[in-house]
Structures are given as C-alpha cells and as structure tokens.
C-alpha cells in the first residue's frame, strides 16, 4: 500500500471511552447524591447510548436530545425517581468531566511514536467538537496529529461522505494514499470503503467480519501492517 495519510478514529478506537466514561458517571453520581448502583445504571446505559448515537449520526436527533434521552431512557430503565433538572445537570457535568480521564487502549503510544515518522497521521470523530481537543491533549497524544476533523466542524457526521471529502482536502491528501482506521462498522468501515478509502476494522471485540475487511483485535497488531 502507498500509503501517506492515516485516518484514525478516536473514541472506542484509540480513547478507551468506556473505561473514561465508567469514571465519569462515578464521579459525577457521588457529587450530585445519585445513589444508583452503578454497574446496573452502565449495564442499562451501553445499549442505549450506542442506539442514541447510531440516531445521531444518522441526523435523526439533535445533540441536545442525545445528552439527555440516552440518560433519561436509562434512569426509566432502572425505575429510578430522578428529576429533569438533575438529568440536565448530569448531562452537562458528564460532557465537562469526561476529558479529564485519560485512559487509551493497551499500545496506543507505542503505536503512534512508531506511526508518526513514516505516515501524516490525522484524527476523523464524530464526537463532540469542545470535548475531543481536551481528549488528545489529557491523554497526551494531541501532538502525534496533524489535522483534526470533527463533525461538528464538517457539519456531517460519519459516514456521510462529506466528512471524508472534507477530511482529504485539509490534509491535502488523496483516497489511494490513505486508510481509515476505527471500531464502528457503519460509520469508520463502511464509511470508507464506500467513498474509497481503504479502511482497517478495529475488531476488539471479536465479532465475525467480512474476510475482505482488514481487522485488527489489538492496536500494535498494526505495526505488522504499515
């Protein structure tokens, strides 16, 4: 492959969003005296997050109704008696605590150090724009990126093909000389594979892939690729 660009998602491919997020609603629940046990709370939460986001970036809800649906719905779940205003004020507290945990996946810096001196590497997301940026840089690998293409600043989330359009012309890069690498099948895969960019499934969980996919299940399984 001759290739110059690489296209990394972020949460869940090289954040370990899960374990950020599992902190954040401890810390944000005992600040606010929400005494929900909360291994059932994140039990119900998952599912239901993934659903929410899978509306979001099929333009079907707003931000505003992700924040807030996703923890409503959970909260329901559980028969938990919890007010709208303290959904609202969690809502707002998760987006501004969630930063501050830095957890990545076993071999992300290893990776990158490897990775940055052969290939331009550059950050696509469709998570919140006024979070991301703290993500890389709490975390310590903002510098190992040189452009960073939030949906919020396309206007398009993945896999809408404008983000990937959008995404070559600021790198100044071309299909055949990048790949995308992420975890979602139907926003980092399919996404690009379907405006032609080779893309390379980051397959943590085992699940059973169309053979003509590339998948990794460990990060520095890529070191064997590129």
Known sequence: MNVKHIFFDLDHTLWDFETNSS??????FKYNNVDANILV????????NFEYWRLYRNEKISKEKLRYGRLKDTFDKMNYNISD????????????V??????LFEGTHELLHYLKPKYQLHIITN????IQADKLRNSKIDTYFDKVI?????????PNPRIFEYALKVAKATKKESLMIGDSWEADIM????????????????????PSII??????????LL
């Open 23 to 28: 902190k954040t609603f401890e810390k944000i």
């Open 98 to 103: 969630l930063p501050m945990f830095n957890s």
């Open 215 to 224: 998948s990794i299940n460990e990060l520095l399984e890529l070191k064997n």
């Open 150 to 158: 939030t949906s919020d600043s396309v206007g398009v989330k993945k």
């Open 41 to 48: 709370f994140l039990n119900y939460y998952k599912p239901i």
């Open 85 to 96: 205003d303290l959904i609202d004020i969690l809502s707002e507290e998760y987006i501004s």
């Open 127 to 130: 998570g919140f724009c006024e």
């Open 191 to 210: 996404g690009a594979k379907n405006f032609g960019i080779q893309p390379i499934y980051c397959n943590f969980d085992n699940q059973s892939v169309d």
